[in-house]
Structures are given as C-alpha cells and as structure tokens.
C-alpha cells in the first residue's frame, strides 16, 4: 500500500480533526524536547478514543507501518519522536484527556492515557486527594507518558515512582487488540502481573490508553527549607536525622550544588539566592501532614536546629507562605531550563546509587572529570533520598551545536565506567530511547537483554512499536 493510501485509511478511522500532515504543523511532534532528535512522519495521528487506537494499530499491523506512540513530548531520551526515514507514523494520545472518574474511597482515579499530569493533580485536589507525581514538566508530560517512562520527580521518596502508583492499565496491543486490566484492586496475585510490562516500556510494547492510579489523602500543611549544608555527606547525616525525627512525613529532599544555583539565578528571571551568603551545597527539604496542628513548621525548625548543632547544616530559610514555597522550587525544577540556555554542551547523566554511596560516588566522579577534563563545570542535583542524581557537566570548550561534541561518549563513559563500579543504574529516571541503547547493550548482561528480547518478541513480533528504541 503507498503511503498515500494508508493515510487516507487511517483519516477514515480518525476523521480530519485527528490526522496532521501538514509539515509545520509536525513540527512539535518530531523533534524532541532538549531538540537532538529531529525525524521525520508522513502523519501524525490524534485519535479521539482507544477503539480509534485500536483500529489504526490495526491497520498498522496489516500494513507493517511502525508507530510511535507520543504523550508530551517532554521525554529526555528521544523515545517519542520518530526517526528520520520518515516511514513511522506518530500516534499522539492528546485528544485523550478526560480524567474518568476519582473515587474518593477507593482513593483511585481513573483517566485516559493523554491526561495532561497538572489536570490530575487538580481533579485529585478536588476531592480533598492527591496524586503526588510531581515533576518539572507536568504542565505538559501525560500519564501514558509518565507510565511509559516510570517517571520519579520530586516525591519519590515517600510515594514511590510512576510504577508504584499504578494500579491498573488499559493497553492497545501491537496486533490492534485491547486489554482491559483497568481494575483498582490493591490486591490481586491472579497470575503475573502484566501491567508492569507496559511500565517503563517506553512505548515498546503496546499503547496505554487508560490507567487506575493510586489518589492519597490531600496534605493539610506543608514546611519547606533550604538549608546550606557543608558537603554531601553532611546532606545524607541530615536525611538520617529527618527520617529519625519526621518519619515518612518527609516528601523530598533534594541536594543541589552551588553551581546550579547560580545557573538558574543567570538565566530564569526572577530568581534570587535565598540565603545571603553562597555556600556550596544545598538541601530543599519538604515536610508534609494531613493534618494541620501548626506544628510541621516547628518540627522541621528542631530537626534542623539538631542537624546545627551536629555541625550537618550550615544555614537554613523557611518558605513563610505559599510565594516563598514556589519561588524555592522552582530554583530546583528550573534547572534543566537554565542548562538549557547555555550554549555549552551539557552532557547529562541520570544516575542511581545506593544512597549511602551517593557522598563518596559524587567526590570520585567529580575528581576522575576533573583529570579527564581539565575545566569540568559539573552541575550536581537531584533527588538524594532516591539515590538518584543528575549528574551533569560542562567540558570546558565544547559546544553544543558543535556535532562532535554532541555525539563523543567520552564524558559520559567516565561517569557511567564509575556508576558501573558502584552497582548503580546509568539510566535512573529518564530510561534509554535512543539516546541509551548503545549503554544499554554495554551494561546489562547478556541473561537481562535476552530476556528484554523475549519479551519484546512475544508482545511484537513484527516490530512495529516504537523500533529501534530501547533494544
Ligand atoms: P513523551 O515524552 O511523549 O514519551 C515518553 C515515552 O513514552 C516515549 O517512549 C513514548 O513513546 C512513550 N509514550 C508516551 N505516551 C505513551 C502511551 N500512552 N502509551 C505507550 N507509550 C507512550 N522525568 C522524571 O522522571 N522525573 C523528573 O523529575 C523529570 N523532570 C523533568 C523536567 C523537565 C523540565 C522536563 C522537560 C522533563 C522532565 N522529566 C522528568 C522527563 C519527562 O517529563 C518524563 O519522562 C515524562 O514522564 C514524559 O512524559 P510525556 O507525556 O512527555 O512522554
Ligand atoms: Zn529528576
């Protein structure tokens, strides 16, 4: 079948208003994000509902046409934007936004794959819930997005990752035929457990149309710091002490250095140092309670006040209200912005080690950069009570549209060599897409990526979902 007639079959599915073709109008869907990534689609399909889903995975399968399956487009790793031979048609979940249904007892809610994050966390908050994923981009990442890359952001440490707040899915298969597993139970051993196949999946194996997430109690009252701390291993002392004191009433604590504290007062407007003095290192710590007794605040103040003593924080400030708790994270969530705006070549890493090795894996890898690489501008933040760290750096000369620079694996070899040794993960966060498979390949063992091949066979034989991404 020519292209030309595909497309006309697959307008008849979704009708005009679901079909782009128009190559401006592409433009956003083939070029991803960060903007390395830039392919080619002879459509970009919107369909309305999963049995348009359905119907044209079909016709995709009957006609050997690769899909990629897009939420956002805010993915790091190039997953959701096509390749340049411009054969793979994008199938966009964005007309398929609804939230369903929250059932407040239940503390579910059920939406549709194209739920854009914020309008759940809205409907959630509606019904005295939340839904505590929380990442910079949830203005615009979706749930079938979010699902797809088992995203983490800056609640992990007391909720858990995307995967841990799923409780059901309903999935469009790579033959056209849908699985309703949208149940949310809590409990259910009836064989294994196939929704976290399609988890992390980065679209490889099927289309999420629909999910049943976990909803939690909404927080009543919320204490926010930003503390000065010496070094990183003070920063983990201090994580101890707030576990010992707040429990599980701890919902982040992010460690930051001082470099990306003045990348972010450089480039986003409006931003200003909230301590008087530099220091080197930082923790953002959130505390958060379903109740408000007006003794969060307090509470945060002693647990502090003992970290001072012990000589683990050096200075601290308080978020007074809701303003100040903004203007505190969006230092934090600004940070991939402002890199952005540099015209240096980031290379990015998004590492996970055990969190106690966090302190003595940050001094080693700054330093093996630094020999490799005289000049290394290392911006260091992250999700530290998760082990989790973008660990990034600027190599002092190279820039970023500069296509050598962009494609040498040489930094990052430094660091993943040393993530290697320390039995961490190279892709902690954002997964493999593209930009991944070849670490992929070199890093898991053989038993691990036989097993990914397996499985990738037996759900998609002909290969159709998302090719060349992942495996
Ligand atoms: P996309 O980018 O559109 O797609 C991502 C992958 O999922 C692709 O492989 C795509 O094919 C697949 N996919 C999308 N929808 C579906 C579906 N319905 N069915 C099957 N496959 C699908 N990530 C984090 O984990 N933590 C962070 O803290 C974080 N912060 C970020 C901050 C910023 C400013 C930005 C831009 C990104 C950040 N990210 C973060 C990365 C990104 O937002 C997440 O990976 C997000 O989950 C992607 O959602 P999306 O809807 O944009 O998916
Ligand atoms: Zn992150």
Redesign the pocket.
Known sequence: MTAHTLIERIAAIVGPQGLITDARDMEPYVV???GYYRGASPAVVRPADTAQVAAVVKLCAETRTAI??????????G???PHANGREIV???AR?GRVLEVDALNNTATVE??C??VNLQQAAAEQDRLFPL?????G???????????????N?LRYG??RDLVLGLE??LPDGRIWNGLRGLRKDNTGYDLKHL?VG?????????AAVLKIFPRPKSTAIAWTAVPHPEAALELLSVLRQRCGDRISAFELLSRNCLELVLRHIPGTRDPLPVAYDWYVLTELSDTEDNGTLREELEQSLAAAMERDLVTDAVFAENQTQAQALWRIR??I??AARAETGMLYRH?IAIAVSQVPAFIREASTELVRHFPGAHIICFG?LGDGNLHYNTFVAGRNRDDAAARDAHDVTEVVYDLVQRYQGSFS????I?MYKVEELRQYKSTVEMELMRTVKHALDPLGIM?PG??L
């Open positions: 991803d994000w960060r990629v399956p897009q939420g956002g487009n805010t993915g790091m790793c997953a959701s934007v199938l966009s979940l398929m794959a194209g854009v994050l929380s990442l910079g981009a949830e615009s990442c979706q749930i079938g997005g979010n699902l797809s890359t088992n995203a983490g952001g800056v992990v990752n995307a999935v469009v399609f999946a980065e679209g490889t194996l099927g289309i999420i149309t969530e600004s991939p912005e998004d999700h902690a966060e954002h997964g897409g998302n991404k992942v």
